[in-house]
């Protein structure tokens, strides 16, 4: 089995920071490409940014310059700084992450989602 835990979000004033957190964990062999995505109420669920195995990144262009996504190899982690936030990105967050397991079986996973929400 492997899992996906998400935790930082929360409530913040616009132009405030988060920090999220997403932890794999299981029957893990090699972990390739993960990344964030998120989904305001009534819309679909879109990318908000992707890091590869060897660190190459790639973010919507609505967060670019705002946010930074990053990843402990050793410690299956995949992180996502957010910085200057907006009205516009209230959203649940989601982590995914291109896994291969033990059993050489290849599968995405998606984590459970956390809230972010950006209030005065």
């Known amino acids: 089995q492997v899992q996906l835990v998400e935790s930082g979000g929360g409530l913040v004033q616009p132009g405030g920071s988060l920090r999220l957190s997403c932890a794999a964990s299981g029957n893990i062999f090699s972990i390739n490409g993960m990344g964030w995505y998120c989904q305001a109420p009534g819309k679909q669920r879109e990318l908000v940014a992707t890091?590869?195995?060897?660190?190459?990144?790639a973010y919507a262009a609505s967060v670019k310059g705002r946010f930074t996504i990053s990843r402990d190899n050793a410690k299956n982690t995949v992180y996502l700084q957010m910085n200057g936030l907006k009205f516009g990105d209230t959203a649940a967050y989601y982590c995914n992450a291109e896994i291969v397991t033990i059993a050489r079986v290849w599968n995405i996973y998606w984590g459970q989602g956390t809230q972010v929400t950006v209030s005065s």
């Open positions: 890091v590869t195995s060897g660190g190459s990144t």
